[in-house]
């Protein structure tokens, strides 16, 4: 990691946006987009005025997620305005870049890509504007901190050794000295596996407990875990996030995840 150039501000906030929230992971596919989706729209249940900014420029998945892969965001005084899908303020580099388009952004232009989507915008009055940053640690993730100040991050793994491993090096990264990004904790995505016929077994199909007892030894808060479950895939394929779903069982594993996170 190239260290940023020290500034001697950690970048403009932006007016009416009260918390900046980072959604990271040290591994691409462990469902850092699904959790950020869901997580956006509890916050708005719960009645909190939300946005999210797709920043992974490795596959925005984003608007897809939310039924929107086909809309282009208007401007209005040269400011872009956020397509709104379920309560939820969204801006994503996939807007601009098209789906199907094989997008090979160099570092200086996703940085100022990302730029534009969080100063050039208007995001209107926010209680959280979530990021759904690129896995791993990289250059949008220091050119984040140096455009916002970042209120704090999540990390989102499965519980498997691999994953782990690159979760540390994400913790290590938010706090590094000059990115100072406090960890608001850690969440286990595809914690275990349940059959519908055998409802009283959990099948812990990437390993038991990974992230808890991780978040546990580097005394990082542990925000929840999330089981694999079929609808929660169809939901995001659908494009419909899966804390919408009347189920109980579903909806409420996200609900308890957001009331953790605020
Ligand atoms: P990332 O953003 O980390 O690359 P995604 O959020 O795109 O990961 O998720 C990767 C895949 O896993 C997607 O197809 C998504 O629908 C699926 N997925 C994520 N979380 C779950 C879950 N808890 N249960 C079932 N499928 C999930």
């Known amino acids: 990691v190239e260290m940023p150039e020290k500034k001697d501000s950690r970048g403009n906030s932006i007016p009416g946006i009260k918390n900046i929230i980072a959604v990271a992971s040290g591994k691409g596919g462990v469902g850092k987009s699904t959790v950020a989706s869901n997580l956006a729209v509890a916050l708005v249940k719960m009645g ?11 596959g925005p998945s984003i608007p897809t997620m939310f039924d929107v892969s086909n809309e282009k965001p208007l401007s209005d005084n040269n400011k872009i305005i956020p397509v709104e899908s379920y309560g939820v303020k969204l801006l994503s580099l996939g807007f601009f870049a098209g789906a199907n388009q094989a997008v090979i952004w160099r570092g200086a232009m996703a ?12 995001w209107g009055e926010l209680d959280f504007l979530l990021i759904d940053l690129p896995p791993g640690t990289g250059d ?5 901190v140096q455009e916002v100040p970042v209120t704090g991050s999540l990390i989102v793994s499965t ?3 691999v994953a782990l491993a690159d979760v540390k090096k994400g913790v290590a990264m938010f706090q590094m000295p000059e990115i100072n990004v406090p960890v608001l904790g850690l969440i286990e995505n595809m914690a275990y596996f349940t059959p519908k016929e055998l409802p009283n077994n959990k099948y812990y199909i990437f390993g038991k407990k990974g992230v808890q007892k991780l978040a546990e030894s580097m005394e990082l808060p542990f925000l929840g875990e999330i089981p694999i479950i079929q609808s929660i895939r169809e939901a995001s394929d659908y494009g419909r996030p899966a804390v919408l779903q009347e189920e109980e069982l579903v909806s409420g594993i996200y609900m308890n995840l957001a009331k953790n996170v605020i």
């Open 111 to 122: 940085s100022k890509a990302i730029h534009q989507l969080l100063h050039d915008a208007n």
């Open 48 to 58: 909190f005025k939300v946005g999210l900014l797709d920043a992974d420029i490795y």
């Open 159 to 161: 519980p498997q050794h």
């Open 140 to 144: 949008i993730h220091l050119s984040l």
